[in-house]
């Protein structure tokens, strides 16, 4: 069986200060890996995907199969990323089915 | 376009009721997911649907169902309610396309009194 697993449940940077959300995963075959994120009083929506590696709002992901890992990062923190992060797997073959890490909640202090 | 939408936004119900969440998928998505939000487990799998048929079901009695019918929309049961079933029930649409996202609705906060 598949797992993700987010280590903190919340982290509180400065603004300006760098970023990094960590996940780690565990799947014998090869996963697709994504980040969500929930903005105050909205749904949750997609960040990133490691199949694209693109940058979106400043934030980075790179999937590395070795340590089975899939940390989000950013140089520099802004107020308006304060919200909760989730990562996310999908086995592929067939199945959409995405299984969650418990989220991490960023506060970025002014 | 129109995103996913779920109906109602809000339930109250007593213990021991029944209920039913629905969820219209965007246009030509046809694989549609629900999920259970809740503060102590997270964001938890309930079933997935394609094409009216059930691909997968996640680890929950068989006191939760579901069903998709011939447009995609979907619609999930639960009966004999219980305390613990209080949650958001989260439903999300995807094309069938490698590395596609899951878009998701604003769910339905389920309270049981």
């Known amino acids: 069986a598949q797992r993700v697993t987010q280590p903190e449940k919340l982290l509180s940077v400065f603004k300006g200060a760098p970023v990094e959300l960590k996940c780690n995963y565990s799947?014998?075959?090869?996963?697709?890996l994504f980040w969500y994120v929930q903005y105050s009083r909205q749904r949750l929506q997609l960040l990133l995907r490691?199949?694209s590696r693109e940058s979106i709002k400043g934030f980075t992901a790179d999937l590395n199969k070795g340590e089975t890992s899939f940390h989000l990062k950013k140089p520099f923190a802004q107020e308006e990323d304060s919200a909760m992060y989730y990562c996310a797997l999908r086995r592929g073959a067939g199945s959409y089915q995405l299984t969650f890490g418990k989220g991490t909640k960023l506060s970025v202090i002014p | 376009k129109a995103g996913v939408t779920q109906t109602p936004r809000y339930l109250i119900k007593t213990r021991g009721q029944q209920v039913t969440l629905s969820c219209s998928p965007i246009?030509?998505?046809?694989?549609v997911s629900w999920y259970q939000q809740t503060p102590g487990q997270g964001l938890q799998f309930l079933f997935e649907?394609?094409?009216?048929?059930?691909?997968n079901k996640g680890n929950f009695p068989g006191r939760f169902s579901g069903r998709q019918f011939s447009n995609s929309r979907s619609e999930m049961n639960v009966s004999t309610l219980e305390l613990g079933d209080s949650a958001l029930y989260l439903c999300?649409?995807?094309?069938?396309?490698?590395?596609?996202?899951?878009?998701f609705g604003q769910g339905t906060r389920l309270t049981v009194v």
């Open positions: 799947y014998s075959g090869s996963p697709e």
């Open positions: 490691h199949i």
């Open positions: 246009s030509g998505h046809r694989s």
């Open positions: 999300a649409s995807s094309l069938e396309v490698v590395g596609t996202e899951a878009f």
């Open positions: 649907y394609f094409s009216e048929t059930q691909r």
